[in-house]
Structure formats: C-alpha cells, structure tokens
C-alpha cells in the first residue's frame, strides 16, 4: 500500500511539473533563448499588445516545432504606461531575458529601450514607431514604420491618387505616434499641393467629443479627413461624423488597424475608409494565408498588422540567430552584438514585406507600405 501512494505521489508531482512547464499552452525544452517584451494586455491600447503578444507566440511555437534553435517567450503588461513598462522590462531582466521584443506602443518603448541599450539587449519593436525609440542606441531596431514616415508617404499617396483636395487633419497633440505622424505630414502637404484647410487636435481629458473639430472640418469644406491617431478615438470621430451628416473620404494610419474588431463600433460606418499599413490580412498569397487561420483557428479574430509585425519580428530574430550561431548559453550582451552584426546586414522577407533591411545608425526598417480600402468588411488593397 505504501509502495502504491509512493508511485502515486509520484505521478502527480510529475504531473505537476510537466503542467507548470507548458503553461501559455507551450512547454519549453532546455536551451531555449529567452524572448520578452511588455505590451498593454490589458486597457485601451489592449487590442494592440495581445495581438502582438499572440502572433509572437505563433512564431515561437512554429519555429520551435521545427526543432534545433528553440525559444522561450514571455510577455508582461504595461497597460500602455511608460513607468509601468519600465517595470515590467525590469521583471523580463530578473527572468533572464536574452532578447527583447521592446514595446508594444511608442511612449513605453522609448522607455524600456533605454534601459536595455544600458543592459545590451538587442530589441526590435514590432509596433512602436517614434524615432526616439531608436535614437542613439545602436541596438534598438524596429520593424514598423516610423512616425514620420507615415506622415510624408501618406501625404503622397493621397495626392499621387486624387483622393481628396481639400483636407482637415484631426491629430492627439500629446501622443508622440499622432504628433509625429502630423508633423511631417502638414509639410509633405505642401510639397503635394494639398491644401490643408482645417488642422485641429484633442488630448487626454478631451478625447470623446469631437464636434467641434468634426464642424471645423465640415464647414470649411474638407472633402478628406486624415487622422494620424489609434483606433479608438479614430471609430469615435466616425461615429459623430455620420451622425451630423458628415460623409468626406477618411484617410488613417496603421494605429487604426483593428478598429474593424472594436467591440460595439459600427463597423458600417468604416467603409470607405483608407488605411496606410504594411499588412493585409485579406491577402492570398500563402504565407499570409496560413498564418491568418492558425491565427484565427487559435484566437477567433482577423490578425490585424501589430500581429503580423510581431510575428515577423520573431522570425527575423530567428534568422539572425542562426546564421550567427547564438545559442541559449550566450550572455545577453554577446547575443546582442551578434544580432546587430545580423541586423545591419541582413534582407528579410515577412508577412509584411519582402527585402527589408534595417539602416545601422537609425535601426528604422525600409519596405514598403500597401494602402487598402475598407469594403464590404474586408481590406481590398488599391493598386
């Protein structure tokens, strides 16, 4: 009898081990290269940082799969907080974090990547786009477009397209994403010839009540709104627009990615709508295509190009690290200079976009961006 409550105490204290070791759905086996980043998992931005944290986990499990290179990926919230995500980054350090995924959102990152540019972990934001997330730290990197990036390529576009004429921006004067997006947009503006003729702005404390900004727009006869901004104030703006009768063409940024699935937003009111976005979940070919259903098969929603990015962000980690030959038995500040010598060199094809390449001075990515149309719920990209 003892003999059998021994084998039993056993079993259940393997069990308990094999559970604590899968928990997130993956067991991890030794060696692996421990992977962190923080995100707002939960709160407003929240959309943004599980999607980033769910198609990061894809990418792990896919690679992991495949045997040799294995990785370990933890994700903590920072509630889209700058402090916040300091602290979090702190509690991925105590873990062991080899590489980091930064931030999910821009003010957070510029926090947390100056303190691994003081520590020597190699980052690389899928979604953060400030310049001063990579400003004078030669081993932060990004995979999404810059904020002024946005801003010049979607003045062109609009303009290259005859999308509008007259045009009203309505930006967030204290969020770095909207002002820098706005910034060099209003100049490439005027490089283009589009006439801006009505430019307002919200902040904190005032970012649920748009008519004004909405009736500046109106009566001056703007034909197209952009709206260098997030989802969430963005579908707001949509929603009093159409309730005084207010149809112009709306032209946003990748911020306004997801707000097709923002829970109790009309998303008839979104059609028309042009995005810049380096992601069309919508698309045929297969790599999209196969990471678009197990996406949907395991989190019962569209990836939105946060997820894409991130999941491109792991993959390209993995390249460098195998072509370096970076094993989990490195130190944190060897992996790093391995990985910039990868990252200054390498081309990379992802979900969004193929031959980029990273500059070493700035660590800001160049590919190129795809404009879509949102119709019948779906993006449609425009040649």
Known sequence: MKTTRKILSMLMALTMIVALAAIGGTAYADGAIKIGGTGPLTGGAAIYGNAVKNAAQIAVDEINAQGGLQFELRYEDDQHDAEKAVNAYNTLKDWGMQISLSSVTSKPAEATSVEAYTDRVFS????????????????????????????????????????????????????????GIHETFVAEAAEQGLEIVSDTTFADGNNTDFSVQIADAQSKGADLVFLPMYYDAASLILTQADNVGYYPAWFGVDGMDGILSLEGFDTDLAEGVYLLTPFNAWATDERTAAFVAKYQELYNEVPNQFAADAYDCVYAFAQACEAAGVSADMSREEICEAMIAQF??????????????????????TKEPIVVIITDGIYVTVD
């Open 344 to 365: 200054s060199t390498m081309s990379f094809d992802g979900l969004t976009g193929s031959g980029a390449t990273w500059d070493v001075e700035t660590g800001r990515v």
């Open 124 to 179: 690389i934001t899928p979604s953060a786009s400030s310049t001063a997330t990579t400003e004078g730290k030669d081993n932060v990197y990004q995979m999404c477009f810059i904020d002024p990036a946005q801003g010049t390529m979607a003045a062109q576009t609009i303009a290259a397209k005859g999308f509008g004429s007259k045009i009203a921006v309505i930006w967030k004067n204290d969020d770095v994403y909207s002002s």
